[in-house]
């Protein structure tokens, strides 16, 4: 499945990025934003009247990302997901809640999307050269392919949310959240910000995007996303948004090449090896940026075909943007043409 470089080190191969307005914000709106986890986060809020000002609500944030970071950060070998990987029980271990939450909507991805979206896939990640291995010149033997993908597999993993905990049913077991990790983190701001009062907001955290309310001006939020491009960035397509997430995936950033054939970071959990279809970025728009940001990734492995099939069949908003020999070319499913378009217009 698709990897970004590592939790702390989130630019997304293909990021929805927040759409400029050409005119200067609004007087009641708050803009803030910061570092984390070797990204970057966005903040524009409208607060009503007795809403916490602008310190109160960075501190918010940054409390929410700092409580990511604990439990998921696998640079930290006192996070939660760290005890977790260098455990070789295989009895229930307990985690933070939500370590849990997030493993087990992980799960019911993975079965949604036929085992295209698996966060045990971090030996493969690993002996591929990507996120925290070391970068590849050739691609591993099939016998090394193998030897990792034994230790992979979401049948070798449970979730229990009361009490919550995390058990493995082999010892090697380990979890690679980089693909669903930052939708996280938007998603426990986004609840952060609701419970302070404030309902009017756009959050981006590395690329992944939730909005809910209107801006200043009353409209909806315009998000940019951006056209799969090797070099330089621009926007292909601008969405509105009141009460959705967006995700991007993509595959033309990060790969290497050997013998004249380019090998993507995005792995294919059901082969061991990286997909080989001329799929460059999926966008999902979905209720939250978890799930947003999940299937993106799994709808990125599955490819052009596959993958707008189980998208269209399934009623996921998505927009595929495939290569071809004359350039790119984009298809969006029916739910996507109609979650894009600003309320008033949809029908």
Request: charged share 20%; aromatic share 6%.
């Amino acid at each position: 499945m698709s990897h970004r470089h590592s939790f702390r080190g989130l630019l997304p191969a293909a990021a929805a990025l927040l759409a400029v307005a050409a005119c200067a914000v609004a007087p009641r709106e708050i803009v803030l934003s910061g570092p984390t986890m070797g990204t970057t986060w966005n903040l524009k809020a409208v607060p009503g009247p007795g809403s916490a000002g602008p310190e109160d609500i960075r501190e918010l944030v940054q409390q929410a990302l700092d409580e990511v970071d604990v439990a998921l950060s696998t640079y930290r070998p006192d996070s939660a997901i760290s005890r977790f990987n260098a455990s070789a029980s295989t009895d229930w271990v307990e985690v933070p809640g939500s370590l849990a939450a997030l493993v087990a909507e992980s799960l019911r991805i993975g079965a949604s999307t036929g085992g295209a979206f698996d966060i045990t896939v971090s030996p493969l990640v690993t002996l591929w050269g990507f996120g925290s291995g070391t970068p590849r010149q050739q691609p591993p033997t099939d016998a090394e392919v193998a030897a990792a993908q034994a230790r992979t597999g979401l049948g070798h993993l449970e979730a229990r949310l009361d009490p919550p905990a995390l058990r493995k049913g082999i010892p090697g077991l380990a979890l690679d959240v980089d693909a669903i990790a930052p939708g996280h983190a938007v998603d426990l701001v986004a609840e952060r910000l609701e419970r302070a009062g404030i309902d009017r907001y756009l959050i981006e955290i590395g690329g992944e995007v939730r909005a809910r309310g209107r801006n200043a001006d009353g409209l909806p939020w315009r998000i940019g996303i951006e056209r799969p491009e090797e070099h330089g960035r621009s926007v292909a397509r601008v969405v509105h948004l009141e009460a959705a997430a967006v995700s991007t995936s993509g595959d033309y950033r990060d790969y290497f090449e050997s013998g004249g054939i380019r090998y993507s970071h995005t792995l294919d959990p059901r082969s061991g090896r990286p997909v080989r279809h001329d799929l460059a970025s999926v966008t999902v728009i979905r209720p939250t940026a978890t799930e947003a940001d999940g299937l993106a990734t799994a709808l990125t492995v599955l490819g052009p075909v596959e993958g707008f099939e189980l998208a269209e069949r399934m009623g996921w908003a998505a927009l595929f943007i495939e290569r071809t020999a004359d350039g790119t070319r984009s298809r969006e499913t029916t739910a996507f043409t109609q979650a894009s378009q600003p309320a008033e217009s949809r029908p």
